[in-house]
């Protein structure tokens, strides 16, 4: 597995789960694994067999604390519909 790239199939990866943020309405939800430690791989838990997002797992982890930081305008964290 390749940082910046995508897995075209995530049901191959183990250990998803349900980011915290997703809440429990079956609406948007992301999925994360932490079984590999060198990356972060992401996707939609509403396609489980589409494709996950790679990222280096220093560069997801200063994300989501810029995220709970506040870093990131109200706007471009809403739901476009």
């Known amino acids: 597995m390749h940082c910046g790239k995508h897995i075209a199939d995530a049901s191959t990866l ?3 789960r349900k980011s915290s ?4 309405s079956n609406g ?3 999925e994360i694994t932490d079984a590999y430690p060198a990356i972060a791989p992401v996707c ?10 790679v990222f280096p797992a220093d560069g ?4 989501v604390t810029a995220i709970k930081g506040g870093n990131f305008p ?7 519909a």
């Open 14 to 16: 183990s250990a998803w």
């Open 21 to 24: 943020y997703s809440g429990g």
């Open 28 to 30: 948007s939800c992301l």
């Open 44 to 53: 939609d838990s509403k396609n489980p067999g589409g494709p996950a997002l």
């Open 60 to 63: 997801w982890a200063s994300f």
């Open 74 to 80: 109200q706007s471009a964290r809403s739901d476009p």
